[in-house]
């Protein structure tokens, strides 16, 4: 359940893996999916991303816990 007074942002992404980058003779990995906890570098948190569907909506609470987004569950309600 969504707190009253706490700024919530939803952004939705679609990338499940990193964006490789050059630094620089140093490789960089930068976060796409939004999960890393050392934005904006990849710490690994993409692979909870593993075995999503296209075809359906999910958030990640703040333990990393995959939540699927559907008409009858409560974290929809809230965002309706
Ligand atoms: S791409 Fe986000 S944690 Fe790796």
């Not at 706490?6 to 796409?32: A, Q």
């Not at 934005?39 to 991303?49: E, R």
């Not at 075995?51 to 333990?63: F, I, P, S, V």
Request: with cysteine.
């Amino acid at each position: 359940m969504l707190s009253v007074g706490v700024m919530v942002r939803l952004v939705r992404k679609d990338v499940t893996g990193p964006l490789g980058i050059k630094v620089g003779n140093e490789s960089k990995w930068i976060c796409m999916c939004g999960l890393s906890k050392n934005q904006p570098f990849c710490d690994g948190s993409h692979k909870k991303t593993e075995g999503e569907k296209a075809d359906k909506l999910y958030m990640y609470d703040k333990n990393g816990q995959r939540i699927e987004i559907n008409s009858s569950n409560e974290v929809y309600k809230t965002l309706i």
